[in-house]
C-alpha cells in the first residue's frame, strides 16, 4: 500500500528572517558567507592552486528542481550550458493533453475556450490539449500555488503538443503563459535535453520591487502526445543546492565549472515519496551523473517513511560506481538521529559545520570558536557505525528561483552542507582525472574522510571524520594507492548479529567484554596489528592471523569511567604501522545516571552559544512517572540565555522538545516534562545554548537541570525468585523504593503464570495493504496480563503492524488501545499488564507483502491471577526517598519451570501503579561461582563441577563466560553479581 509522505527540506533557524533581495541592497556582497565557507573547506585554495573548477563533473541534484533561468545558473567559466538535463518524478506540472483537435485551422476550442493555432503546423493533422491547474500544485508550496505571480492560484494554462516533423511523433508543446489564449505568441519547446529551452509562465514588471514571472521546462513529452510533464521550482531549495555547487555568475559556487542534472522528486512543499527519489536515482545513473546530491535535510517520522527509505538506502549502497552525497537530515541533536546509508563505500553523509564568521556573517550571531548545528542528525547508525561521514558549511546566500526574494536566499541545515561536498568532490574527481588518476567512487569518499579535520569538543557520532579540506584530500587522493582507499579488506559483526556491524553501540544495555568477528575479504592471509584507543577499552590480543575468508574473534574489554556519559573509543587494524588501518571501528557508550540508585538529580551548569550537553537516564520498571525540568539562571549582568530542551525515550525517539529563556515573543525561565510509565532504559536528554545569545544581551546560557522519578521500584529491572523442585512454598525479603511522590498505600501481588500456558494460536492469510483480523476474545475480571504476537509462516521479508482494539461496552465500538508498528519488521509484539476485562480483537496491517498475500500466525496469552503471590505490606504513609522491605510468600506451584507475576502499588485509594515484574525459577541444578582474587570469576556446576558457558553480570554490566571462566578488571569492586540462565537456579550476590 503506497502511502504518502511528506519530506520538510527547508529549515530556516532563524527567529528574525534573513533575507537578500539583490535589487533592494546593492551594496550586500551575497559571496560573503560563501567565501567564508569555501575558506573553512579550503577549497579556495584548491581552486587557486590548481586551477581546478569541476569542469567536465556532471553533478545530479535531487530535490524540487531548478530555476533554469537564474542569471548564476547559465553558463560555466568555459561556455557551457550550466544545467544540461531536467528530469521530473512528481505529478505537480504533470498535464494530461488528452483532448484531441484537428489541425489545420486557425482556432481550436477545448473545455469552452478558443485559442488561436494559426501557423502551428501538425503533420498528422491533430492537436492535443490539456491544461496547467495552478490549484494542482502543492497547496503549501512556497510559491504559493502561483505560478505567473499575479497573486492568485486559479488560473489555468492552456498546453498544446504538435508534431511539426513527422506524423505521431509529438516533440513540440506551446503553453498559453500570458493566458491570452494564443499560442502563435508563445515560444515552441522542445525536451529540454534536446535544446535547452525554457520559458516563463507571467511577465515581469522591471518597475516593481518584485519578480512576476517564474520559469519553466518541458521535462517529459510522450510520444503519443497526450501527456506532458513541465518543470520547475516552486520551492527555491533546489535552485538553492545547485547554487552552492556551481553558481557562476554574481554568486561564484563551489565548483563553478560543473554541470548539472536537475532532477525534480519532490513538490513545492517537500512533499514526495522516497519512491520518487529512488527513481531519481535510476535516472542519475543512467544519464551520466559522476555525483548525486541528494539534500534532503530531514523526513517526517511515520514508519512507512523510514521503510522506503530504508530500502532506497540499501539499494543505493550496492552501487559503488557513483558518489551518492546526502544530508544527515535535520533531527538530531539525540543519538542516531544521522540518515543511514548502511555500510556503503560509495555513500557519503554530511553533517552541519559552522564557523564563528559564518554565524557572525550570516546571523550576526556573536559564537566564539568552530561549532556544529544543533540540529545536525547525530550517529551512530544502528549498526554502530560512527555518522555522519564527515561535516560542511551548514549556512550559505545562495541562489533561489528568481521570484523569490530577487534570486537569493540564506538558508541553513544539513540540506546546505551536503553541496559543498558534492562541489568539493567534483573539484578533487576533475584534478584527478587531469592527472590521469582513475578515482572510483569509494576512493572519493575515503580521500574526504581521511582528510577531514576533527572540530574540538565533539565526539565521532556528532562529526565522523570531522570538517573536510579538500588540500589535504587531493594529496591523499593524489599519493595513496588506489587499493588502499577502493577496497574494504576486512568485514567486522557481532558474532550474534548477522551481517556487517559498522562498530559497537552499547546503549540500553553495558558490556564488559564483546567479542568481534573479523573476516578477511581479500585473496592473502593478514596479519593485523591491532590498537584501541588508551582508556577504557582493551584488546585480548595484539595481532591475530587471518586465513582468507574465515572469521576470527577478537576480544574487546570495557572499563567504563564512573562519570556518567558518552563515551567513544576506536579500534583499528593494521597491515602495516603508518599504513591506513585494514578495519577500523567505533564502539559508543552510554554510561547512565541511575534512577533507581538516586531518585531525584539536578545539574547546575553553563553553555557558550551553539553548544549541547548531554545527559543520560537509566529508568527502572515500576517507575510511574519521570519528571525532567530546565530552568535557565540570570547572569551577573541579569542577562537570560536561552536553552532548547530536547528528551529522547530509550527506543531513540524525540518526545518532548521546547526551549526556556529569553524569546523574541514569549521569554520564561522554566520548562517541564513529565513521562508517564516511562519505558524501562535509558532516556537521552539535550540541553541547548542557542546561537542567538547576543541578541539578548547574554554570552553563555546557565541552566539547572532537574529530574525525578515516582513510584516504587527496585533497582534490578525484575525481582528474581528460585525454588527447588518438591518445594511448596517460599517466603523471600525483598527492598523497595520509594521516589521522590510521598504516598499513602501498600504492595499488592499478582501470579504466578507459567510463561508458556495459555497461548492460543490462529493462522491468518494477510493481504497487501488490508487489514487481517483474528478471532475475537475475551479478557476475564482476573487477567493479570495480555501478550499478543504476530509472526510470519515460513521465509517472509516483508512488513506487517500489529493492532489491537477493544470493544466500548457503552457504544459497542471497538476502539484502539495497543499497536506495535516497527519499520521494516515481519514480527510485531504487544504487551500489556493487568488489562481491562473486556472484548478484544487483533488486526494485522499488510504494509508490505511481497506476493500480495503471505501467511501469518497471531499467538495470543492471556494469564490470570492465580493468587499465589502473598505480600505481607500494611496499608501506610511511604516519604519520598523512602526504602522499606516487604515479604513475599510465594505458592510454588506443582509443575513447570519458568514463571511470572508482578508487584503493584495500591494506594488508599484503589488506584494501581508500578508494575514491577516477578520471575520465579523452579530449577534443582545449581551453580557454583568463585570469585578469586586478581579479577578472575569461575562458574561450574555445583553437582559436577563442570565448567559452563553463560554471560555474567557484575554491577549490571555483562560478561561472557567461556569454558567456565571470566576475568574482570583488578580494580572493579564487585558490588552485585547476577546470573539468568535457564539451565539453572539464578545466581544472585549483593555484596554490602
Same mark, same amino acid.
Given at each position: ?104 485551422? /486557425? #482556432?481550436?476550442? $477545448? @473545455?469552452?475556450?478558443? %485559442?488561436? &493555432?494559426?501557423? =502551428? ?7 492535443? +490539449? ?76 522591471? /518597475? #516593481?520591487?518584485? $519578480? @512576476?514571472?517564474?520559469? %519553466?521546462? &518541458?521535462?517529459? =513529452? ?7 510533464? +513541465? ?59 559522476d555525483i548525486i546530491n541528494i539534500s534532503i535535510g530531514n523526513i517526517s517520522s511515520s514508519r512507512e517513511e523510514q521503510m522506503a527509505q530504508s530500502r532506497l538506502l540499501k539499494k543505493i549502497s550496492l552501487d559503488r560506481k557513483i558518489l551518492v552525497v546526502m544530508a544527515a537530515g535535520n533531527t538530531g541533536p539525540g543519538l542516531s538521529t544521522s540518515t543511514d546509508a548502511g555500510d556503503s563505500g560509495s555513500v557519503i553523509t554530511v553533517g552541519a559545520y559552522m564557523s564563528s564568521a559564518l554565524w557572525n556573517i550570516n546571523y550576526n550571531a556573536k559564537v566564539p570558536g568552530e561549532t556544529l548545528w544543533y540540529f545536525s542528525g547525530m550517529g551512530p547508525a544502528s549498526s554502530g557505525s560512527p555518522l555522519p561521514s564527515v561535516v560542511a558549511p551548514s549556512s550559505a546566500v545562495s541562489t533561489v528561483a528568481r521570484w523569490d526574494s530577487g534570486g537569493y536566499f540564506l538558508m541553513d541545515g544539513t540540506s546546505m552542507a551536503a553541496p559543498f561536498v558534492s562541489g568539493s568532490a567534483a573539484l578533487l574527481l576533475q584534478k584527478a582525472r587531469t592527472e590521469g588518476i582513475s578515482v572510483s567512487a569509494a576512493a572519493l569518499k575515503k580521500s574526504l574522510e581521511k582528510g577531514a579535520r576533527k572540530i574540538d569538543g565533539y565526539a565521532p557520532v556528532e562529526q565522523g571524520n570531522g570538517l573536510i579540506d579538500v588540500v589535504k584530500s587531493w594529496d591523499i587522493l593524489k599519493n595513496n594507492s588506489l587499493k588502499d582507499l577502493n577496497i574494504r579488506q576486512v568485514e567486522i559483526k ?499
Amino acid at each position: 500500500m503506497l502511502r504518502k509522505l511528506q519530506i520538510i527540506i527547508i529549515i530556516l533557524i532563524l527567529l528574525s528572517p534573513v533575507k537578500v533581495h539583490a535589487q533592494e541592497e546593492a551594496n550586500f556582497d551575497v559571496n560573503m558567507g560563501m567565501k567564508e565557507a569555501l575558506r573553512s573547506i579550503r577549497a579556495d585554495v584548491f581552486r587557486k592552486n590548481t586551477g581546478a573548477d569541476g569542469r567536465g563533473i556532471k553533478v545530479a541534484v535531487i530535490d524540487t528542481g531548478v530555476d533554469v533561468s537564474h542569471p548564476d545558473l547559465q553558463k560555466t567559466p568555459d561556455g557551457n550550458i550550466k544545467i544540461v538535463d531536467y528530469a521530473d518524478f512528481t505529478d505537480e506540472g504533470r498535464v494530461d493533453t488528452k483532448y484531441s483537435v484537428a489541425a489545420g485551422g /486557425n #482556432t481550436v476550442s $477545448v @473545455e469552452g475556450k478558443e %485559442f488561436n &493555432v494559426a501557423g =502551428i503546423k501538425s503533420k498528422s493533422g491533430k492537436f492535443h +490539449l490539456g491544461f496547467l491547474k495552478e490549484s494542482q500544485l502543492d497547496e503549501r508550496g512556497y510559491i504559493n500555488q502561483d505560478l505567473n505571480r499575479d497573486g492568485d492560484n486559479n488560473d489555468s494554462f492552456g498546453v498544446l503538443v504538435t508534431d511539426p516533423i513527422l506524423p505521431g511523433i509529438y516533440d513540440t508543446v506551446y503553453v498559453d503563459v500570458n493566458l491570452n489564449s494564443n499560442f502563435t505568441d508563445d515560444n515552441p519547446l522542445k525536451v529540454y535535453n534536446r535544446g535547452f529551452q525554457w520559458a516563463n509562465f507571467g511577465k515581469d514588471n522591471p /518597475n #516593481t520591487d518584485y $519578480v @512576476e514571472e517564474s520559469s %519553466f521546462v &518541458v521535462s517529459e =513529452i510522450s510520444p503519443g502526445g497526450d501527456l506532458v510533464r +513541465l518543470s520547475f521550482d516552486g520551492n527555491g531549495h533546489g535552485t538553492h543546492v545547485t547554487g552552492i555547487i556551481s553558481a557562476y555568475g554574481t554568486l561564484k559556487g563551489t565548483a563553478p565549472g560543473v554541470q548539472i542534472l536537475a532532477i525534480k522528486a519532490l513538490g513545492s512543499s517537500g512533499d514526495g515519496s522516497w519512491e520518487s527519489i529512488a527513481s531519481a536515482v535510476d535516472y542519475a545513473k543512467k544519464h551520466g551523473a559522476d555525483i548525486i546530491n541528494i539534500s534532503i535535510g530531514n523526513i517526517s517520522s511515520s514508519r512507512e517513511e523510514q521503510m522506503a527509505q530504508s530500502r532506497l538506502l540499501k539499494k543505493i549502497s550496492l552501487d559503488r560506481k557513483i558518489l551518492v552525497v546526502m544530508a544527515a537530515g535535520n533531527t538530531g541533536p539525540g543519538l542516531s538521529t544521522s540518515t543511514d546509508a548502511g555500510d556503503s563505500g560509495s555513500v557519503i553523509t554530511v553533517g552541519a559545520y559552522m564557523s564563528s564568521a559564518l554565524w557572525n556573517i550570516n546571523y550576526n550571531a556573536k559564537v566564539p570558536g568552530e561549532t556544529l548545528w544543533y540540529f545536525s542528525g547525530m550517529g551512530p547508525a544502528s549498526s554502530g557505525s560512527p555518522l555522519p561521514s564527515v561535516v560542511a558549511p551548514s549556512s550559505a546566500v545562495s541562489t533561489v528561483a528568481r521570484w523569490d526574494s530577487g534570486g537569493y536566499f540564506l538558508m541553513d541545515g544539513t540540506s546546505m552542507a551536503a553541496p559543498f561536498v558534492s562541489g568539493s568532490a567534483a573539484l578533487l574527481l576533475q584534478k584527478a582525472r587531469t592527472e590521469g588518476i582513475s578515482v572510483s567512487a569509494a576512493a572519493l569518499k575515503k580521500s574526504l574522510e581521511k582528510g577531514a579535520r576533527k572540530i574540538d569538543g565533539y565526539a565521532p557520532v556528532e562529526q565522523g571524520n570531522g570538517l573536510i579540506d579538500v588540500v589535504k584530500s587531493w594529496d591523499i587522493l593524489k599519493n595513496n594507492s588506489l587499493k588502499d582507499l577502493n577496497i574494504r579488506q576486512v568485514e567486522i559483526k557481532l558474532p550474534e548479529s548477522p551481517g556487517y556491524k559498522g562498530g559497537v553501540l552499547l546503549r540500553n544495555k553495558l558490556a564488559g567484554k564483546i567479542g568481534i568477528l573479523l573476516t578477511n575479504l581479500s585473496d592473502s592471509l593478514l596479519k593485523l596489528k591491532l590498537e584501541s584507543d588508551p582508556g577504557w577499552v582493551r584488546l585480548n590480543k595484539d595481532y591475530v592471523l587471518l586465513p582468507r575468508g574465515k572469521p576470527r574473534e577478537i576480544m574487546l574489554s570495557y572499563d567504563f569511567p564512573e562519570q556518567p556519559g558518552l563515551y567513544t573509543a576506536r579500534t583499528a587494524g593494521y597491515l602495516k604501522i603508518g599504513e591506513s588501518p585494514a578495519v577500523d571501528f567505533i564502539t559508543t557508550a552510554v554510561v547512565p545516571y541511575n534512577l533507581a540508585s538516586s531518585d531525584s538529580m539536578s545539574f547546575k551548569n553553563f553553555l557558550l552559544p551553539a553548544r549541547w550537553h548531554r545527559y543520560f537516564f537509566k529508568t527502572a520498571p515500576g517507575m510511574s512517572e519521570v519528571n525532567f525540568s530546565l530552568t535557565i539562571l540570570k547572569e551577573k549582568n541579569n542577562a537570560i540565555g536561552r536553552g532548547l530542551f530536547y528528551i529522547y525515550a530509550p527506543n531513540g525517539q524525540k518526545v518532548f522538545e521546547d526551549y526556556a529563556g529569553s524569546d523574541y515573543m514569549a521569554s520564561r525561565d522554566r520548562v517541564a516534562f513529565t513521562a508517564k510509565n516511562p519505558a524501562p532504559g535509558v532516556w537521552e536528554v539535550v540541553v541547548v545554548s542557542d546561537y542567538n545569545l547576543s541578541d539578548f544581551g547574554a554570552d553563555r546560557t546557565s541552566y539547572n537541570l532537574s529530574v525525578s522519578a515516582s513510584g516504587a521500584f527496585t533497582e534490578s529491572d525484575y525481582v528474581t525468585l528460585s525454588a527447588k523442585k518438591g518445594q511448596k512454598q517460599i517466603s523471600r525479603e525483598i527492598l523497595l523504593k520509594n521516589g521522590n511522590k510521598a504516598f499513602r498505600g501498600h504492595v499488592i501481588g499478582f501470579g504466578l503464570a507459567e510463561e508458556t500456558r495459555d497461548i492460543v494460536s490462529n493462522q491468518v492469510e494477510v493481504k497487501q495493504g488490508e487489514l487481517t483480523s483474528g478471532p475475537a476474545f475475551t479478557v476475564p475480571p482476573d487477567a493479570m496480563s495480555l501478550n499478543i504476537e504476530v509472526e510470519p509462516v515460513g521465509t517472509f521479508s516483508g512488513d506487517v503492524d500489529l493492532y489491537l482494539y477493544k470493544k466500548n461496552d457503552k457504544t459497542g465500538k471497538y476502539e484502539e488501545v495497543a499497536s506495535s508498528a516497527r519499520v521494516d519488521v515481519a514480527e510485531e509484539k504487544i504487551k500489556m499488564v493487568r488489562p481491562s476485562p473486556g472484548e478484544y480483537i487483533a488486526y494485522i496491517d499488510g504494509f508490505s507483502i511481497p506476493g500480495g498475500n503471505a501467511e501469518f500466525r497471531i499467538k495470543r496469552q492471556v494469564l490470570t491471577d492465580r493468587k499465589d503471590i502473598a505480600v505481607q505490606d500494611p496499608l501506610t504513609a511511604h516519604p519520598s526517598g523512602m526504602s522499606w522491605k516487604v515479604k513475599l510468600n510465594i505458592n510454588v506451584p506443582e509443575s513447570g519451570t519458568n514463571f511470572i507475576g508482578y508487584l503493584a502499588v495500591k494506594d488508599e485509594s484503589g488506584n494501581e501503579s508500578s508494575w514491577i515484574p516477578v520471575k520465579l525459577r523452579v530449577q534443582d541444578q545449581e551453580l557454583l561461582v568463585q570469585v578469586i582474587p586478581g579479577g578472575s570469576i569461575t562458574v561450574r556446576e555445583k553437582d559436577t563441577l563442570k565448567p559452563v558457558d553463560t554471560s555474567i553480570i557484575i554491577n549490571g554490566m555483562a560478561y561472557p563466560v567461556k569454558k567456565g571462566s571470566v576475568r574482570i578488571p583488578e580494580h572493579v569492586k564487585i558490588k552485585s553479581l547476577e546470573i539468568y540462565d535457564d539451565r539453572y537456579t539464578p545466581v544472585i550476590i549483593r555484596y554490602e
